[in-house]
């Protein structure tokens, strides 16, 4: 007998503690006929089809997700005390009266602070030092007073320092509105310009923001305008249009402040525009777009340095360019490439110029210095993560840099360069966490095709490879975001339970160089699901973890390869945890005007062609979905995600639940007021993550109290 979406909500009113043996069957959703065709001729059939809403009003579908939502949480009702349990653990190692590293920018320290019990930041800036009276340039927890969600993208200071001019959203859609605030009277002007990124710049008459607008139905970054103080937002001038779809646009001023630069860039190329900030009417192409060539441009002195893949250079190369440069032929390389080392970014100082860089799977930053001298910043351990911080003048010796790993807590140094001296400004504070008490270690796991996968793990001092603990394996391998070793406040609270926490480093990643992004994307896709596997393997074979107690986590493509991997292996993992997950690739890869689809063809294929079209549908998790017996699940969603929409995992849930064999729970979570990111505010995420794990560590059989050694 199928459970009515009105009788579950009722059952959970009543059975709030009920055990989970006695709740009724899953929530039940209509199947309606609907054909899915490509361009040449395929058609697919989507009997959920009809669960997409993109103006999320249909009653129908909204009340199957009340009823996944009221399933969920009466499944959770016996967990509840571990679910408090975790919360109350993670937050308490939190420092709620926090703030920030300040940093100078144009005679003024900008940070920002935490107050003891609320969710939101205080951005604040002094005057000349840190002694100097506290101007509050936003309080963010009045602003969101009352909303489900609020997010402050961004701000910018006008170049006098008197203007501010802020993003915010309040759904979650990342669909931005601009206001402006005077800050010598406090006055907030009554213009606003919605329907924008976060991305803005100010022109040196501290009157003209230039912004850029969202296209209202994909969302796409489509157009740089400029608005000026006190003139009707309808009156704002298009500075750009990108007409190609497939392309991202971002805006912002160089190191020096000189120019102006207009970004746009895809999977496999980049365009940048610049204007002098002083006067910037024409903005001229720095080098014209060419297919294969990425190039990341900033100025200093009189010439720009520009990272580039230019010329073969796969892991990229640092190039110099005179001032008034147009074309590629002017570049003159710097810093060559090389086949062992990935150049990740760059920035500029007066007497010395730092780079990010990788080698072997881990961060390094390069010091280039005068006469062609270079050093590196030194490591503390062997698995870490290391790159640039707030770096915002130029005119210094001191180098700040971030440095953290599974077992140290997000440290801030400012280094040297002239003397070597460092200091440590500021590490995140961890209330009872002991650092000396875990271990951290890094391991090479062989994939099937014999290349070497790089996994960081960690784990309580006291933990013996025996195969019998639990263990949570996490990995993304999409886009070329590398996933690197740092602190989790939150993983604290397993390591404590006796579990394993492993970070796989898979193909579709930049961990190892470009090479490795390359062969994690398009028609390579499948390496990262089966990496993701084979390092599960080797795990459990060198007795990491008990084969019966894995659990594996991803979220957005990472949730797309927690779809793979249990279609592909199901019976190698006891949980899976799957957040906003990009797990219907086919169909929405086919619809163009869904947000981010254009611009990812190049990442995923465009199945328009039949070539990419027969790839992707061997993997995509919907499609694949088949008459086997799954692992427990615990997928989570927001219902205004602009990144991932919502009905990619409900329609993913509702097939799964028609298919599944199995006897294991599975569990969807809608967040109904927020979008890609989750809720906002500094503690309410983790409510969200206490409840998917304390979901884990149930069924992983691990104990609610923490274990000792």
Known sequence: MKTTFLSLAALFLMTTNAPAADLPPPPDVAKKPYEVKAPFGASRSDEYYWLRDDKRENKEMLAYLDAENAYATAFMAPLKPVENKLY??????????DSSVPFRERGYWYYTRFETGKDYPIHARRKGTMEAPEEILLDVNAMAAGKDYFNVAEYEISPDNKIMAWTDDDV????????????????????????????????????????VENDPETLLTKRTKKHVLGTPVSQDVTVYEEADDSFYMGIWRTRDDKFICIDVGSTVMTEIRCAPAADPKDFVVLAPRERDVDYYADHLGDRWVIRTNDGGAKNFKIVTAPDGSRSRKDWKDWVPHRDDVFIEDIELFDGFTAISERSQGLERL???????????????????SMGLSVNSEPDT?????????????????????KTGERRQLKQQ???????????????????????????????KKGFEKNGKAAMLQYAYGSYGNSMDPGFSIVNVSLLDRGMVYALAHIRGGQEMGRKWYDDGKLFNKKNTFTDFIDVTDFLVKEGYAAKDRVAAYGGSAGGLLMGAITNMAPEKYRVILSQVPFVDVVTTMLDPS???????????????????????????????????????????????????QYWEPAKYVARLRDLDTGTQPVLFRTNMDAGHGGKSGRFRKYREQSEMFAFMLDQLGVGATTATH
């Open 594 to 644: 869904i947000p981010l689809t254009t611009n990812e063809y190049d990442e995923w294929g465009n199945p328009e062609k039949k070539e990419y079209y027969d790839y992707m549908i061997t993997y995509s998790p919907y499609d694949n979905l088949k008459k086997q017996a799954y692992p427990a699940i615990f997928v989570g969603t927001g219902l205004w995600d602009s990144q991932v």
């Open 366 to 384: 390069r010091l280039l210095k005068a006469g062609d001298k270079e050093e590196y910043v030194k490591a503390d351990e062997t698995a870490y």
């Open 172 to 211: 979650g859609r990342r669909q931005n509105t601009i206001r402006f605030k005077n800050l010598e009277t406090g006055e907030i002007y009554p213009e606003s310009i919605p329907g924008v990124a976060s991305y803005t710049a100010w022109a040196d008459d501290n009157k003209t923001l230039f912004y």
């Open 429 to 459: 504070p961890v209330i009872g966490y002991d650092p000396s008490k875990y271990a951290t270690e890094r391991v090479w796991a062989t994939a099937r095709d014999g290349t070497k996968i790089p996994v960081s793990l960690v784990y």
């Open 88 to 97: 109350d653990e993670i937050v308490a190692r939190i420092k709620q009266d």
């Open 397 to 417: 010796d001191w180098l700040r840099y971030t440095y953290t790993s599974m077992t140290t807590p997000a440290t801030t140094y400012e280094l040297n360069t």
